[in-house]
Each structure stands twice: as structure tokens, then as C-alpha cells.
């Protein structure tokens, strides 16, 4: 079976984990999403992840979760684009999450990048999560 939009499955997988308090989440791999993984532990929403080695010829992403006082560091991750309809915006233009409290995952053509980090390099691209 494909999948038609495997960012969406990643966030909603880390979506139900959170909500069930779990230690950590696994699912199949690629580099968007542990692109867009390293952002979240590089803006610490995350503790760790590891990319494990092949496993019926496919590599498993591993994301150890991040509590707080018993409660989930994020406290909401929604999906901005999707396949029907793609959202993509210039540095100027990529919104803010909850007045700069929160992050908005952008795919550049730098890489994958927080919208801070966007706004900075001065390059727009397609909005994958916003993160709070």
C-alpha cells in the first residue's frame, strides 16, 4: 500500500503518541521527514531520533519523545500543506505560530528549516508544519 502524504502520517503518528504519553514513536523513513525531525530537535520539541538500518529493505525512523513535568513539549502540530493543496510562501509571507512561540517548518530550497531561519536566509518555499 502507498502513501499518498507521508509527512501527515508522521505528524499524526507523533499526534497519538503524544496523547498516549508514549517514550517514543517509530515508522518508515526518508529524508523529508528526518529532515523535518532534526528541526524539531534542533528547536527542542524532540529529545532524539535515530534512523536505523534496513529492515525488509526499508530504514525505520525512531523519534524518543519530550516530556515536560509530565505533560508533551508540543502541545499541537497541524499539517499546512497537503497533497490537493500546496502551500508555499516567500520569506516575507510565512507565518508566525502563536506570535513567534511557535515554529512553522518550511521546505526551502535550502533545506528544511524553520520559518525564523527562512525569513533569515531570505528564501521562501512550501509550508510543511506549524508546531507549537
Excluded: F, H, W
Amino acid at each position: 500500500m502507498t502513501m499518498s502524504d507521508p509527512i501527515a502520517d508522521l505528524l499524526t503518528r507523533l499526534r497519538n503518541s503524544l496523547a498516549r504519553q508514549k517514550a517514543e514513536v517509530s515508522m518508515p523513513a526518508s529524508k523529508v521527514k528526518v529532515s523535518l525531525v532534526e528541526v524539531l530537535k534542533q528547536e527542542g520539541y524532540v529529545e532524539d531520533y535515530e534512523v536505523s538500518g534496513e529492515q525488509n529493505g526499508k530504514r525505520t525512523l525512531t523519534i524518543k519523545l519530550k516530556y515536560y513535568e509530565g505533560k508533551p513539549v508540543i502541545t499541537s502540530i497541524d499539517r499546512a500543506s497537503r497533497p490537493g493543496l500546496r502551500q508555499y510562501r516567500g520569506a516575507k509571507e510565512i507565518p508566525a505560530v502563536k506570535r513567534g512561540l511557535g515554529i512553522t517548518v518550511v521546505s526551502t530550497p535550502k533545506g528544511v528549516m524553520t520559518d525564523r531561519a527562512a525569513r533569515r536566509a531570505g528564501v521562501g518555499g512550501e509550508l510543511l508544519c506549524y508546531v507549537a
